[in-house]
Nanobody, 126 residues
């Protein structure tokens, strides 16, 4: 499977943006899906993850209440709705997939994921 993240761009602080993660090829491994981000000069960090069913969801504290991860009926695409954007949200956003269906705390770690997309740049101006 190949993942494609899209929807990035330039937004003003307080604005909104929706990222999409689509899959091509076999989607048998696109069960738990995660979003991570990497800001310039910083390490990649966890943003949000969602279980195969869409019921289990984790968020990083930094985005809780502002970002929403969702998917329809255990399918792809997976979306990341980002509201009330802040300049510190500026980063390259990556989606990732794991073949596990159940969401576990380790899904906040990048090494739990089997497949990664290429990333989409989100820039938030103040």
């Amino acid at each position: 499977v190949q993942l494609q993240a899209s929807g990035g761009g330039l937004a003003q602080a307080g604005g909104s943006m929706k990222l999409s993660c689509t899959a091509s090829g076999s989607t048998s491994s696109t069960n738990v899906m995660g979003w991570f981000r990497q800001a310039p000069g910083k390490e990649r960090e966890f943003v949000a993850a969602i279980s195969w069913s869409g019921i289990g969801i984790f968020y990083a504290d930094s985005v809780k209440g502002r970002f929403t991860i969702y998917r329809d009926n255990a399918k792809m695409p997976v979306y990341l709705q980002m509201n009330n954007l802040k300049p510190e949200d500026t980063a390259v956003y990556y989606c990732a997939a794991d073949r596990l269906k159940g969401l576990i705390p380790r899904h906040k770690l990048s090494e739990e994921y089997d497949v990664w997309g290429q990333g989409t740049l989100v820039t938030v101006s103040s």
